[in-house]
């Protein structure tokens, strides 16, 4: 087992405020943002991913329909998208991705998170590129994290030239909360030559095309948030 639930429910949320802003003259600006201050999740932007154990990675977890409704994984309260992984007779968490909905090419894309704490947890903040298979779309990884790593995250950059074509990680500082008791912000700046990862203000990883020419980051690619447990990525 690579996992345990002696925790509380609350220690299973990953909660978001996000942003996407384009750069201009004067610096950034800001272009569209979900800041789940509605009752629901808005269902104009999102979409519920319904899928199996297994389905990827070696995830335990089923991710489940619907949002916003007792006993669902997916939830908007006081101002926060909640994603819950929970064990009862089964493993359930969720996924809502933007794929048909909002497609982005190039900005700023951050959104601010306080991670699920214990081992197993595998929370993910990333996009796929619009247009054919994994993983020649193109995956950016704005944000992985492993639930017993409490000052740890990492970014990547999945696609058919290399998976990874780059990857790299962050440990925090002993004087700054930690990824699982504090909110901190995770990004990427992008733009048609670089994507340059951000914990807070620290870039701890960039991608240029001049290094790897191939790289699809010159088009649409959309949003998935999810928390998974288990899988392939927290036995590393």
Known sequence: MFYHFYKRAVDGWLLFVFFVSNIYAGGWRLFWSDEFDSTALKEQYWTVRVAPPR?????????????????????????????????????????????????????????????????????AFWMLGVGGGWPSCGEIDIMEGKGQQLNWTSGAFHSAQG??????????????????????????????????????????MTLTKARYPGVPINKEYYFILNVAVGGNFQRK
């Open 55 to 123: 389905w990827v990675n070696n995830e335990e977890q089923r991710y489940t329909a619907g949002h916003d409704v007792p006993n669902s994984n997916i939830f908007v309260k006081n101002g926060f998208l909640i994603i819950e992984a929970r064990k009862t007779n089964e493993i359930t968490s969720g996924r809502i991705e933007g794929g048909g909905k909002k497609t982005f090419m190039y900005g700023r894309m951050e959104a601010r998170m306080r991670l699920p704490k214990s081992q197993g947890y595998w929370p």
């Open 163 to 204: 998976t990874p074509v780059l990857g790299g990680n962050y440990t925090l500082p002993s004087n700054v909360g930690n990824v699982h008791d504090s909110f901190h912000i995770y990004a990427i700046e992008w733009n048609e030559d670089s994507i340059r990862w951000y914990f807070d203000k620290v870039n701890f």
